[in-house]
Each structure stands twice: as structure tokens, then as C-alpha cells.
């Protein structure tokens, strides 16, 4: 079975400090992850992925991420945070090859 | 179109009814999915397809949910007899084919409440 679990359903940070989402995995087999984001009434964007090799994966807006395989993490980091960051993230996994599986999301709350 | 277009953007029914929602991909994208956020939650996978043929229906919750590609392009998730339960965000992704060398690319979804 595979599963993802975020902690935290919400965070909240202060304009350009460090976020970080935490984001933890279950899988029988080497998965494939996943961030998204996902802005009020939209769809999700992909902010980057991990499939194989490099384990520190770099994305679009600043956010990067990193593999821990002895962990069974995948957590997302930026920075300096900004007002726009503002959304709802979504980690997610995949051992099919195609469907992804979702956590529950972390709402990122960012305060002036 | 540039992106993934679903319509209708909310759609508001009787418990009882039957609905559809369609799904435009991404001109020449092969794969397409279809994904249920409840509120408050993450999206859920309901199913796949490669071109016209439904790969995994899987996550669909019960025989009232049905869905076609019937070109292999627009695609449309029918859900007969709804019920309170089925109120939710539905999601269509396309990419250009079944892995993740290609991302899945979202719409903004369809919003669907239920009475």
C-alpha cells in the first residue's frame, strides 16, 4: 500500500522567512514524488518532481525539495518566503507509473 | 487551448439527478485523468485513459459514476442518481503520455453540489 501523510495543515510564516512543509511517504516500491500547488478556486501546478537520480530536486518560484529515502521523506523548503506563496500544498506520490496519490494538503498562510 | 478546459465551472443539482462534466485536454495529449477533491482534502484518482481506452476505473466510488472518451480526445465523468457524498471538486488532468517524463496538467475543475 502506499500513502502519504502531511503534517500540518496549516503553517503559517512570516514574509521571507523559511517555509517548510513536511511531507512523508509509504510505499512498497521506490515511489515517484510529487509537490503541487493549488491557489483558491484553481487547479494544481506542479512545482516539481523526483523520479530518480539527484535527490535535491529544484522547482519553479524558488521551492526545492529533497529525497530521503532512509527517512521516507520528501519535504518541501524555500528560502524567503512571499506573499504570493500563499496557497494550499499538496505532496504527492505514485508507484503505477501514471495515477497519482495525494496527501491531505498544508495550507500556507503568509503574514507581512 | 493552452490548458486543460473544464465546464461547466459549478454545477448545482437535486439529489436524484444525473450530471456531466466534460474535460478538454490539452491538444494531443494522450493521457487523461480524472481526480475527486472532497473539501478540505487532497485530490482522489477516480480514472485513466490512453487515448480512448479507459486504462483504470478503479477509483470510481460506485456504479453511478461512469466516464468516456469516446475520440480520445474531450471526456466526459457522469454521475447518475447523485447523492449528498458526490459534492465535490472534480478535477481532469492530460499529459502527454502515461509517465512522468510529461506532467499531468490540471483544469480548474468543476464544482458540484449537491441538495
Known amino acids: 500500500a502506499q500513502s502519504v501523510t502531511q503534517l500540518g495543515s496549516h503553517v503559517s510564516v512570516s514574509e521571507g522567512a523559511l517555509v517548510l512543509l513536511r511531507c512523508n511517504y509509504s510505499?512498497?516500491?521506490?515511489?515517484?514524488l510529487f509537490w503541487y500547488v493549488q491557489y483558491p478556486n484553481q487547479g494544481l501546478q506542479l512545482l516539481l518532481k523526483y523520479t530518480t537520480g539527484a535527490t535535491l530536486v529544484k522547482g519553479i518560484n524558488g521551492f526545492e525539495a529533497e529525497f530521503k529515502k532512509s527517512e521516507t521523506s520528501f519535504h518541501l523548503t524555500k528560502p524567503s518566503a512571499h506573499m504570493s506563496d500563499a496557497a494550499e500544498y499538496f505532496c504527492a506520490l505514485s508507484n503505477s507509473g501514471y495515477a497519482l496519490n495525494f496527501g491531505k494538503g498544508t495550507s500556507l498562510l503568509v503574514t507581512p | 487551448g493552452a490548458g486543460v478546459s473544464q465546464s461547466p465551472r459549478y454545477k448545482v443539482a437535486k439529489r436524484g439527478q444525473d450530471v456531466a462534466l466534460r474535460c478538454d485536454p490539452i491538444?494531443?495529449?494522450?493521457?487523461l485523468f480524472w481526480y475527486q477533491q472532497a473539501l478540505g482534502q487532497g485530490p482522489e484518482f477516480l480514472t485513466y485513459f490512453q487515448n480512448e481506452a479507459q486504462l483504470d476505473k478503479s477509483g470510481l466510488p460506485s456504479d453511478r459514476f461512469f466516464a468516456e472518451r469516446p475520440e480520445g480526445s474531450v471526456s466526459t465523468l457522469k454521475i447518475q442518481r447523485t447523492q449528498q457524498e458526490d459534492s465535490a471538486v472534480y478535477l481532469c488532468?492530460?499529459?502527454?503520455?502515461?509517465?512522468?517524463?510529461?506532467?499531468?496538467?490540471f483544469g480548474d475543475g468543476t464544482r458540484l453540489s449537491i441538495l
Open positions: 488532468a492530460s499529459s502527454g503520455d502515461g509517465g512522468f517524463e510529461q506532467p499531468q496538467h
Open positions: 491538444s494531443g495529449h494522450v493521457s
Open positions: 510505499s512498497s516500491v521506490p515511489p515517484y
